[in-house]
């Protein structure tokens, strides 16, 4: 093991915030390179750089800080022109570049596009490798500048996503070795934070932040550079070491091997699917890579991150809805997400954090803001859903996979977050689940619509707290139902029993207090005076999935959602065309969510509405491919599609985002009729369909309980027809069954 050497004082030379200095810039998500390795990632240009300096929605980012903030590359002078680009799983990215005309110092002029510039990036082992490979395509030799300029702003990513601080840490001036470039921050927690930059082959200088190479290029012959960098975390009472102290290298062929094995391994032991449409397997192929690269490995188990580049980390709501989406694909999410969940699980009554005992958590973060107590995310709780979404979620893996044992081991916490809505969440004693936040720097808005505007009335004021959620009443309902069954077959008949009760009424309130007669659908929300939100909504689609309403409401919730106002042709606005607040440009106020649409589409499914079932899924496939790598962004601008059109793009969408990539698994469970019962060794296939446009669709590697099952779905006219091809493990019965 190397020894540590400290850094003589003098050479740590403080400086200003670089915050000082950068104007704010405008973020371009859709035009963004990312790889992902849990927590930490990196978003780039297409060209790879990470510009312009400070950019919001750029950089390399470690456990909610920007590591980097700054890297471009320029030739003679000039910015490299894009040829192509593409990423392999959010684990490498391949660039192509070329040059413009450049006027050397003789006057000899080299033409455009003669030479090349390959980039190969790769995310591995907390390193970021930026790899280029130079070669000359002209008759004679070459002498080219070659400048890579980088910077760190520390930022933590609160910051980055806009929070003003009114004091911050210390910087220093960056240091360079022959072949290395270290930044240095010690951040308000004490803690001291660095960014190494290691560089091969030795430039000819490095001036500031700048690194130079002379290349002298014969025809046909090659050059290479290459930078690793990596993000170091020291506690707060180290010093940071000198080149002497340095790790080892790391070996970009052995990371990115590595890596390939883990993204094999993964699918191995996942779902594969192969279908007569290759745009829908990529599809299909590309949620598979992000469910893969947003796992945070959190003690034994992987939990799913969010998004990028926002919410890289562990988030109640989206974790759980993601993994409940991701079932079809790897019931293993599911497993871990709630045993990481429980684990954090509210154990006190604190307003700062907005928490009560056996609430389940909305967001942790580890950054430096958080550290510092300047936001309440250590973790947060302000969300009104997560909780009894978690009761959902825990009987729904338990269909899917009969683990007793992880359910006697969550009993505990399953009961705490039945305590939770029983004592904490009911704030008014109506009856509802109602939500008001109470920490200063926490959510006003605790649903998934979770912006400041995102609840108005029709006149467009602002709904006032405490607001009770249609659909939160919903998930309610649910995780009360499904936990009468759980606690019944685990010997608690008489919670059982007063669950479905409680359950019971609740669904006879609901109808009475939401219910808008007038415009023949269900309210928003209830405000804190009680009043309705009369507005057209895209939250009452919840209902469906969770089952709360009756048949003929259930109906009148699907015909209404299929009309112009609320379906654009790409998916289901968050909110009515026709209504006065309504802005498609917005975060909630009438774009479009592939999640929110999933869970709709599922419980239309659910209740034999499958013909817009398969109408969305048609259009959100259609929708997909507008986008790079045919991912479906976090959402999409709720514009009206005619002939021709391309979805519009919102301009801060995540992208990967969790919940978006496990959209069309929900679906394609919803249309396909999969309905495990693994504590019964049933496998249920009812009324499966496909779209007109996918004539089969063959499954295999499905896990049901202990078992592995091959299914083949083929579609002859109107009718689909499923074919059992194999099962490996356990013994399962299948059934398929046509209720007409």
Not at 370 to 393: N, Q
């Amino acid at each position: 093991m190397s020894t540590r050497l400290p850094i003589p004082t003098h050479e740590l030379v403080e400086i200003p915030s670089p915050f000082q200095e950068l104007p704010p810039m405008e973020p371009r998500r859709a035009d963004i390179l990312t790889l992902i390795d849990g927590k930490t990632f990196l978003c780039t240009t297409v060209a790879g750089d990470i510009t312009p300096p400070g950019a919001p929605d750029a950089g390399f980012f470690h456990d909610d800080t920007r590591f980097l903030s700054h890297l471009e590359l320029k030739v003679s002078g000039h910015r490299a022109a894009v040829l192509s680009s593409s990423t392999e799983n959010n684990i490498a990215a391949q660039i192509e570049l070329t040059t413009g005309k450049i006027t050397r110092w003789d006057d000899i002029d080299v033409p455009e596009n003669t030479i090349h510039i390959r980039r190969e990036q790769l995310l591995g082992d907390q390193v970021f490798f930026d790899c280029f490979t130079f070669e000359n395509f002209n008759l004679t030799p070459l002498q080219l500048q070659v400048e890579l300029s980088c910077d760190a702003d520390f930022a933590d990513v609160f910051q980055v996503r806009g929070s003003v601080r009114p004091k911050q840490g210390q910087f220093y001036r960056p240091i360079a070795g022959d072949r290395s470039l270290d930044f240095y921050y010690r951040g308000l927690d004490g803690v001291m934070r660095r960014t190494t930059i290691e560089m091969t082959p030795t430039p000819a200088a490095i001036v500031d932040r700048t690194a130079h190479w002379r290349v002298e290029l014969a025809p046909l012959r090659r050059f290479q550079i290459e930078l690793r960098v990596r993000p170091i975390v020291e506690p707060a009472d180290s010093l940071p070491s000198t080149d002497g102290g340095r790790e080892a290298p790391a070996d970009y062929t052995r990371i990115l091997r590595e890596r390939h094995r883990a993204y094999r391994e993964w699918c191995s032991r996942s779902t594969s699917f192969g279908s007569s449409h290759g745009l829908f397997d990529a599809v299909l192929n590309t949620a598979v890579g992000d469910f893969h690269a947003l796992r945070v490995p959190e003690g034994q188990q992987h939990i799913i991150a969010a998004g990028v580049p926002w919410f890289a980390t562990i988030f109640g709501r989206d974790s759980i809805i993601a993994a409940f989406q991701s079932l079809l694909l790897n019931p293993q999410l599911a497993l871990d997400t709630l045993r990481v969940l429980a684990r954090y699980q509210g154990r006190e009554y604190s307003d700062w954090r907005d928490e009560e005992p056996g609430k389940i958590l909305h967001e942790l973060r580890h950054g430096e803001m958080t550290r510092c107590g300047e936001v309440p995310f250590s973790p947060y709780y302000g969300s009104i859903d997560s909780t009894p979404l978690f009761l959902i979620l825990l009987s729904e893996a338990y269909n899917w996979t009969a683990d007793e044992e992880l359910v006697r081991e969550l009993l505990p916490a399953a009961y705490r977050a039945l305590d939770w809505m029983e004592q904490y969440a009911d704030l008014d004693r109506d009856g509802f689940v109602e939500y008001s936040r109470r920490s200063p720097r926490g959510l006003v808005n605790q649903g998934w619509k979770d912006s400041w505007d995102a609840n108005m009335h029709v006149d467009g004021t602002v709904a006032r707290p405490p607001i009770a959620l249609i659909e939160v009443q919903g998930y309610v309902y649910d995780a009360k139902y499904r936990m009468a069954s759980l606690l019944r077959s685990f010997g608690d008949p008489a919670r059982a029993e007063k669950l479905k009760k409680e359950a019971i009424e609740l669904a006879r309130r609901l109808d009475r207090a939401y219910w808008m007669p007038e415009r023949g659908y269900p309210a928003m929300a209830l405000d804190g005076d009680k009043r309705q939100l009369q507005v057209i909504s895209s939250n009452p689609g919840h209902l469906l999935f969770t089952r709360i309403l009756n048949r003929e409401r259930a109906r009148a919730v699907v015909n209404r959602l299929m009309r112009d106002d609320m379906f654009t042709g790409w998916g289901w606005r968050t909110l009515s065309q026709a209504e006065k607040v309504f802005n498609p440009l917005s975060y909630h106020r009438g774009s479009v969510w592939p999640h929110d649409n999933s869970l709709i589409a599922h419980g239309m499914a659910l209740n034999e509405f499958r013909r817009p079932a398969l109408q969305l899924m048609t259009a959100l496939f259609q929708a997909a491919l507008n986008f790079r790598e045919y991912r479906l962004p976090e959402l999409f601008c709720g514009m009206q599609r005619r002939e021709s059109d391309e979805p519009v793009h919102y301009p801060v969408s995540c992208s990967p985002q969790a919940w978006a990539s496990g959209a069309m698994f929900l679906i394609l469970t919803s249309v396909l009729g999969i309905r495990p019962s693994a504590p019964r060794k049933e496998l249920n296939v009812v009324n499966p369909e496909l779209p007109e446009w996918l004539d089969h669709l063959n499954i295999r590697n499905l896990q049901i309980g202990k078992s592995r099952v091959g299914l083949d779905f083929t579609r002859h006219g109107h009718r689909t027809f499923c074919n059992v091809v194999d099962v490996e493990g356990e013994r399962l019965l299948v059934n398929v069954a046509f209720k007409r």
